[in-house]
């Protein structure tokens, strides 16, 4: 029962999901604000999923039916996991296991592979574009974004243990602090950007070319999934980074505002 108010509740589906829609909010609040406009309101991210939600989902004539529908439904799945773990590393860390950073690392890749295999299942010719562009851009990305969370495991001699990474950080020094930590995590920054698909890593979806890329046949509640899976990662893929190159964050005092930071 402890399990499985992880995986839905906290720290797991809800509270990602709500701190996702916060964190989309913020972005888009931000951009209004650089362009002289006043933005949306902090419940708009809300709205967006609740009217997407009661829209009818239509599946193309000609496209995979079934993987078409269950790909957003697997990438959001990958997220919520991720963010099971590393908060389960923050507020528990005995409970992690030898191997958690290997499976963390793989699952950050699945709403990728997720997005291109939904482009390929659609039928589309412009979604088929866009997943071929997201498969050139994981082969750009990923293989960085692996070297660089890798060097703080080689500076702790070759922990893989996300709870051990943090107690080394703790007893010792945060990874961060060094240089080869400071040049990893720039690099791990600018391959978040490319997970996220935030420009300049937005070919897949470019609007001006293909639309909406992959996401072009989508409607409705599939494609309030991917929204939200992508939401969620704004928030997920940072938490990450911080934990592992900047040992977590401290729940006592004024720490926590570092932490938030």
Not at 67 to 74: A, E
Not at 122 to 147: D, Q, T, V
């Amino acid at each position: 029962m402890n399990l499985i108010f992880s995986f839905l509740i906290f720290p797991g589906f809800l509270f990602t999901a709500v701190i996702g829609c916060l964190a989309s909010w913020i972005d888009r609040k931000v951009t209004a604000r650089v362009q002289w406009r006043v933005g949306p309101p902090i419940l708009q991210p809300f709205y967006d999923l609740v009217k997407l939600s009661g829209k009818e989902t239509i599946v193309p004539r000609g496209g995979a039916k079934l993987t078409f529908l269950t790909t957003p439904i697997v990438a959001l799945s990958a997220i919520t996991l991720v963010s099971t773990l590393t908060w389960r590393v923050l507020l528990s860390p005995q409970t992690t296991f030898i191997g958690d950073l290997i499976v963390v690392i793989y699952l950050l890749t699945i709403p990728s592979i997720a997005l291109i295999i939904s482009g390929a299942a659609s039928g589309n010719p412009l979604a088929s574009l866009g997943a071929s562009r997201e498969m050139k851009l994981i082969l750009g990305y990923e293989l960085p974004f692996i070297l660089a969370i890798f060097v703080p495991v080689i500076k702790a001699n070759g922990i893989i243990r996300l709870g051990d990474l943090l107690a080394w950080q703790g007893a010792n020094h945060i990874f961060l602090g060094s240089l080869s930590g400071f040049i990893a995590f720039i690099v791990a920054i600018l391959c978040m950007q490319a997970k996220l698909g935030l420009v300049p890593f937005d070919a897949p979806e470019a609007e001006t070319e293909i639309i909406a890329g992959p996401y072009i046949e989508y409607s409705g509640t599939p494609l309030a999934i991917y929204k939200l899976t992508r939401w969620m990662m704004l928030f997920v893929v940072p938490m990450f980074l911080v934990l592992i190159f900047m040992g977590g964050i401290n729940f006592s005092g004024w720490h926590i505002l570092w932490g938030i930071l």
